[in-house]
C-alpha cells in the first residue's frame, strides 16, 4: 500500500500549486482524506465546487485537526505565522510539514525554529513547477509530472520527515534532489529568480518607451519575456527574500551584458559568434522539458 494511501493531507493554500496537488492527490490517492484552508471564502467556494477535498475551510484549526501531512503552498512571508498556528493545532504525532517555496535559507530557519521543541516535523521542499498564471482555475493534475522537486534538509531533519517527503514528491511525478537551503537559493536565484527579472527588464526596454512596439512582437519576444507576467505581488516577496543571490546573479549578468557590449563596440564577429556558440551550447544541454 502506498505511503500516503491512509493519510490525511492538508493544504493551506488552494492557489495553483496547492490546487495543482489537489488534482494530483484526488487523482491518484482517491482514499486520502484531503483538507484545505484558505483566507477568502471566494477560494473554499472554489475548491468545494471542483469537488478537490473532504474538508474546505478558512478556519486553520479545522483544516490541519489530526492531519499526519501538511503542505504550506501560501507566499514565503506567510508560513511562519501559519507554522505558529499549526503548532497550536490537534495535528496527529509525528505530523510532517513541508513547503513549496521557492526561497528556503529563511523558511527553513523560521519554520525549524518554531517547531524545534514539538512532535512535528519539518522538511523544506521546492517543486520546480509552475507557470506566470497563478490561482486554482490554472491548476492541473499533471503539473508536477516531470518536475524537478528540491529538498532542503539540514542538520536538524528527521530521517521520518525525508522519507515522507521525498516519497511524496516520488508520488506526484518528481524527479528529487537533495542540497542545503543556502546552496538551493543560490542555484534557484540564476535559475528562476533571475530569468524573471531579466524577462521583466526586455519587456521594460522594449515596450515602456515605445509601447506601439506591441503591434510587431512575434513568438520570440513572447517566449523569452513570458514569465515577466507573473504577479508582482509574489514575485516581489520572492525576490525581496533572497536578495543577497539575486544581487549576486544580476551583477554576474550586468558583466556579461558588458562584455556583449564591448563585442558589438568593436563589431568583433569573432567574438561574437564564440559568445552566441557557447550561449546556445549551454542551451542545449538543457534536460528535455516534461
Not at 486553520?60 to 505565522?81: R, T
Not at 518536475?147 to 524527479?175: K, Y
Not at 542551451?283 to 516534461?290: A, E, G, I, K, N
Request: glycine fraction near 6%.
Amino acid at each position: 500500500m502506498n505511503l500516503f494511501q491512509s493519510k490525511r493531507i492538508a493544504i493551506l493554500g488552494p492557489g495553483l500549486l496547492g490546487g495543482s496537488l489537489l488534482m494530483a492527490i484526488r487523482q491518484h490517492l482517491p482514499t486520502v482524506h484531503l483538507s484545505v484552508w484558505a483566507r477568502s471564502p471566494s477560494a473554499i467556494e472554489k475548491v468545494m465546487a471542483l469537488k478537490l477535498a473532504d474538508i474546505a475551510t478558512t478556519d486553520l484549526s479545522v483544516a490541519v485537526d489530526h492531519a499526519d501531512f501538511i503542505i504550506l503552498c501560501v507566499p514565503i512571508e506567510g508560513m511562519p505565522l501559519l507554522a505558529r498556528e499549526i503548532l497550536a493545532a490537534n495535528v496527529q504525532e509525528g505530523c510532517v510539514v513541508t513547503d513549496v517555496g521557492s526561497v528556503k535559507t529563511g523558511v527553513v530557519n523560521a519554520l525549524e525554529d518554531v517547531f524545534a521543541k514539538s512532535p512535528i516535523h519539518f522538511l523544506g521542499s521546492h517543486p520546480m513547477a509552475g507557470s506566470e498564471k497563478a490561482g486554482i482555475e490554472s491548476a492541473r493534475s499533471d503539473l508536477f509530472t516531470g518536475a524537478t522537486s528540491i529538498l532542503t534538509p539540514t542538520l536538524f531533519t528527521d530521517e521520518i520527515a525525508m522519507q515522507c517527503v521525498r516519497s511524496f514528491w516520488a508520488f506526484m511525478g518528481c524527479r528529487v534532489l537533495e542540497m542545503s537551503p543556502e546552496e538551493h537559493d543560490r542555484k534557484v536565484a540564476r535559475i528562476s529568480h533571475l530569468p524573471h527579472l531579466a524577462a521583466a527588464a526586455v519587456t521594460m526596454a522594449a515596450l515602456y518607451d515605445e509601447p506601439s512596439n506591441v503591434q510587431c512582437v512575434g513568438n520570440g519576444f513572447r517566449d523569452s519575456t513570458r514569465v515577466a507576467a507573473g504577479d508582482a505581488g509574489l514575485w516581489s516577496g520572492i525576490l525581496l527574500e533572497n536578495r543577497k543571490e539575486v544581487i549576486a546573479s544580476l551583477q554576474d549578468t550586468q558583466a556579461r551584458l558588458g562584455e556583449l557590449l564591448a563585442i558589438l563596440e568593436k563589431m568583433d564577429e569573432k567574438a561574437l559568434r564564440h559568445f552566441l556558440s557557447d550561449a546556445k551550447k549551454l542551451r542545449d544541454s538543457l534536460p528535455v522539458s516534461p
